[in-house]
């Protein structure tokens, strides 16, 4: 008898080759289509849609298709965390909570609670078991690999997962969509947050929750150039959306944000990308999660990323004391950004991360 496996089917290219890929290697395949997010109203909510393609793929594929709704799991333990966060004046990614707290743990749970043996996605990832547990690994497309917003996964929700993905690169799986007539085959990628898509709708989102807060942009020297709305609507090295025109800096260089200032509501402001003040060689992060276990004996040397598609950095996580890795890294950084993750890799072996202070 076969393995039995549910495969999260959320109507774009990547999850429908999952489901395509592991009915070929003869497991016994059933598809899930979590709704995660309930905003009709809202131009930039796709679930309708993703819902009508993930039928037109379960049929092409004659699979069976579940549906569940985890809208009110999803607002308690991701999008409450993603509210408190950007009220703190950090900048959250709610994409690593969601992989942890529904993708890999209520979803999880409801394909066990269906019978099955494990859970798959498409994500660009990989898995293996070793000595030392189960581990997360990348995958092979480099420019796709999500291993940085998995890092969060502990050892039980890897022995049930599996990444049909890890070994394709975008371009094989299109290729393998294409040639088995599925229409996603050229659906275009999702981006940004899932609950706001693009990032255009971003601010008028987050105005939908917090209130304007005007104050001051000065630049790194003290000089006024500008207001800004509230500084929760701004991020460590965002460049657009500033509003600093003509006569300010010493040439045509684009204007980054190097520092959010609450207890005076300054925008602290610099003038090109490879101003040092956006550069850091150190950073603190908490809420540690290791994916083995436990930490790896400290001080370490070994790789990081504080963004997604950012190329690995090498640096020594120093000390560990009171929950807070401290980590100096042996190049500058850009934009570190309070909020963010910070994504420890053994070379290809990620080996957990953490929430930068």
């Known amino acids: 008898m076969s393995e039995r496996v549910i495969v999260g089917l959320s109507g774009g290219v990547d999850s429908s080759v999952a489901a395509l890929l592991l009915k070929e290697w003869g497991y016994d395949v059933e598809c899930l289509f979590m709704k995660n997010w309930d905003d009709p109203d809202a131009e930039y909510c796709t679930t309708e849609q993703d819902y009508k393609d993930a039928v037109r793929v379960s049929d092409a594929l004659n699979l069976p298709l579940h549906t569940v709704n985890f809208v009110k799991e999803y607002r ?15 900048t959250p990614n709610p994409d690593i909570l969601c992989n942890r707290e529904i993708k890999f743990k209520a979803f999880l749970e409801y394909a066990m609670e269906l ?15 070793s000595d030392e547990g189960n581990q997360l690994l990348k995958g092979f497309d480099t420019n796709k690999d999500q291993s940085y917003f998995l890092y969060a996964l502990n050892q039980r929700q890897l022995s049930k997962a599996s ?19 599925l229409h996603t085959h050229d659906k275009k990628d999702s981006t940004g947050i899932c609950f706001i898509g693009e990032q255009k709708h971003f601010i008028s989102f987050l105005k939908n929750y917090f209130p304007e807060n005007p104050g001051d942009i000065r630049t ?26 003509g006569g300010f800096g010493t040439d045509d260089s684009p204007w980054y944000v190097a520092k959010k ?17 956006l550069y850091s ?13 436990s930490a790896p004996k ?7 990323k504080v963004r997604y598609r950012q190329q690995d950095e090498k640096c020594t996580i120093n000390s560990i004391k009171d929950g807070v890795a401290n980590v100096s890294f ?12 910070v994504v420890f890799y053994n070379h290809d072996v990620c080996l957990g991360g953490g929430i930068i202070q």
């Not at 019978?115 to 078991?129: E, I, L, V």
């Open 261 to 277: 200032i609450i207890e005076s509501n300054e925008l602290i402001v610099v003038q090109g990308r490879d101003h040092p003040s």
């Open 76 to 90: 308690e333990n991701v999008f409450s965390y993603f509210l408190e966060e950007y009220d703190a004046g950090r």
């Open 115 to 129: 019978g099955a043996d494990f859970m798959a996605t498409g994500h660009y990832a990989n898995s293996t078991k």
């Open 298 to 304: 400290i001080p370490i040397t070994i790789y990081a």
């Open 220 to 245: 790194i020297d003290g000089k006024s150039c500008g207001t800004h709305d509230g500084l929760l609507f701004y991020t460590i090295g965002q460049r657009k959306g500033l509003g600093i025109g």
């Open 330 to 341: 042996d190049q500058p950084i850009f934009a570190v950004t309070p909020g963010q993750s």
């Open 163 to 181: 990444f049909p993905l890890g070994s394709l690169t975008k371009q094989n799986v299109r290729a393998l969509a294409e040639k088995h007539n």
């Open 281 to 293: 060689k150190q950073l603190t992060a908490d809420q540690l999660h290791w994916i083995s276990g």
